[in-house]
């Protein structure tokens, strides 16, 4: 069964043609690695599937059927998404896990999320004090890692990660990326320009130009 | 208390001369207004030249359909200027922004001169127009602030909106911290105003009624209840507003429709 089935999409903006015919599927357990040049339309892809962009023509199948305005919602439920974008909101950092928590669709998660929370913070490297921190006082790595966790706590197993460790070093981005590349039942379509020595040999690659 | 006194063509003359000063800084200090500050000038001369007349007329004639009239005509105006200065497009506003002006003032005022006032007459010119009036300038302003800076900072935020989506908020869960943001810098200017008053300012309409002949302590209790009637429609206003134009301004996706701006 395919999870995505994009077919023959062309995005343009203004008068650039980003994605032109495009077309790819993704399987459960894929992990797909989006590459290509800047500005290339990689981001875009992301963008479309979760429905904050139409394609200008072709069509997206989720699950089987065709993504409209309407449906698009249920992918954002079943999608975990770590963005580039390092605004993630103001605030504490407790009260930014508390706000995803909080939403009607993920209120199921609530019992354990705490014990799932420090679990997380502790395999990335980070101090359970970080809770009581602004997330504007944070650095750039910091930031990148709350986001993860923030999308782990989610439960999903589909992710799209967007340059999520290119603030990180080079020990704590494999670890992270290996994390989500060596677990079988994650569907993982990722942006980045670093190559992971992952012991996951099935990585395929989206390359665009 | 004596009646007010009336100003002649020489006081008038005299507020010309002190219209120079401004009018000679402005030009001292090559700050480019001169002439939006002349056509003001005019502008509101000609219009409160105008309105006058026409009040005189109205009240003396105190119709209740004319006066009710008269409110929707201030509400349509005030409507215009919202979106004007708001940076929106009139055609996905006008409908949503006329029901929460007229739906808030409408209900205040008539509950101010229900039982407030306690008229008998609740749509007597002298109260549905004035009251009106200052009622409505007010939410006026404050919708600028609300309705514009809602949806500019979505615009402007929009990745960290889109972000909230994406992790499973609905589209109102998604926007709150927005249109409370944007609500509460709507209301700071009233609740900053309401805790000053009296001490930094001597407002308009108390003014107005002391030299009209009030005594102060009446004047205060009319200042007071305008004031908490100006919160009421404030606060009703832009909750209307931003709620009745959310329909208008997303798509069924839940993304921001670019379109709304001009």
Redesign the interface.
């Known amino acids: 069964m395919e999870l995505f089935r994009i077919e023959n999409i062309t995005k343009q903006f203004s008068e650039k043609f980003v994605l032109q015919n495009f077309s790819f599927v993704v399987l459960p357990g894929d992990k797909i690695n989006i590459s290509g040049y800047s500005g290339i339309g990689k981001t875009t892809i992301f963008r479309l599937l979760?429905?904050?962009e139409?394609p200008d023509a072709g069509k997206i199948i989720f699950d089987g059927e065709d993504l409209t305005?309407?449906n698009?919602?249920v992918v954002?439920?079943k999608?975990?998404?770590v963005?580039q974008?390092l605004?993630?909101?103001k605030g504490r950092v407790s009260d930014f896990f508390q706000e995803?928590l909080?939403?009607?669709?993920?209120q199921h998660l609530r019992t354990d999320a705490k014990n799932r929370i420090t679990e997380y913070l502790s395999l990335f490297n980070l101090q359970t004090d970080i809770l009581t921190r602004q997330i504007e006082e944070l650095s750039g790595g910091e930031k990148q890692r709350i986001a993860i966790i923030?999308?782990l706590i989610?439960d999903r197993s589909i992710f799209f990660l967007d340059e999520i460790t290119s603030a990180l070093d080079p020990a704590l981005k494999e670890k992270i990326m290996n994390f989500f590349l060596e677990n079988k039942n994650f569907t993982v379509l990722y942006i980045s320009h670093d190559i992971y020595s992952s012991k996951n040999t099935k990585i395929k690659t989206l390359k665009l130009c | 208390m004596s009646e007010t006194v009336d100003l002649s063509i020489f006081s008038m003359m005299m507020c010309g001369v002190l219209l120079l000063i401004p009018v000679l800084l402005v030009h001292y200090l090559k700050l480019g207004i001169n002439r939006n500050l002349l056509i003001s000038t005019v502008r509101m001369v000609l219009q409160l030249v105008l309105i006058g007349f026409f009040l005189e007329y109205l009240f003396k004639l105190n119709n209740g359909f004319i006066n009710f009239g008269w409110f929707l005509v201030m509400i349509f105006v005030a409507v215009y200027s919202v979106i004007n200065n708001s940076g929106l497009k009139y055609q996905h506003f006008i409908l949503p922004v006329f029901l929460s002006l007229f739906i808030a003032n409408l209900f205040v005022v008539i509950f101010f001169n229900t039982f407030i006032a306690r008229l008998n007459f609740i749509f007597d010119a002298r109260y549905m127009i004035a009251i009106g009036g200052m009622v409505l300038g007010n939410s006026l302003r404050s919708n600028v602030i609300g309705l514009g800076d809602f949806y500019k900072a979505l615009n402007k935020?929009e990745?960290?909106y889109?972000?909230k989506?994406?992790?499973?908020?609905?589209q109102f869960?998604a926007m709150l911290?927005f249109a409370k943001k944007s609500f509460t810098s709507a209301l700071n200017p009233t609740i900053a105003t309401m805790a000053t008053m009296g001490i930094v300012s001597l407002p308009g309409m108390m003014t107005g009624q002391i030299l009209g002949g009030s005594v102060p302590l009446v004047a205060i209790k009319y200042q007071i209840a305008i004031m908490v009637a100006i919160l009421a429609s404030t606060v009703l206003s832009i909750a209307m507003s931003i709620l009745f134009t959310i329909r208008y301004s997303f798509?069924?996706?839940?993304?921001l429709r670019k379109s709304i701006f001009k």
Do not use: M
Not at chain 1, 102 to 106: D, F, L, Q, R, S
Not at chain 2, 165 to 170: F, K, Q, T
């Open positions: 979760l429905g904050f139409r305005d309407e698009v919602w954002r439920r999608v975990a998404y963005s974008d605004n993630i909101g995803t909080h939403y009607k669709a993920n923030n999308a989610l | 935020e990745q960290l889109l972000y989506l994406s992790l499973g908020a609905s869960e911290p798509k069924k996706s839940g993304v």
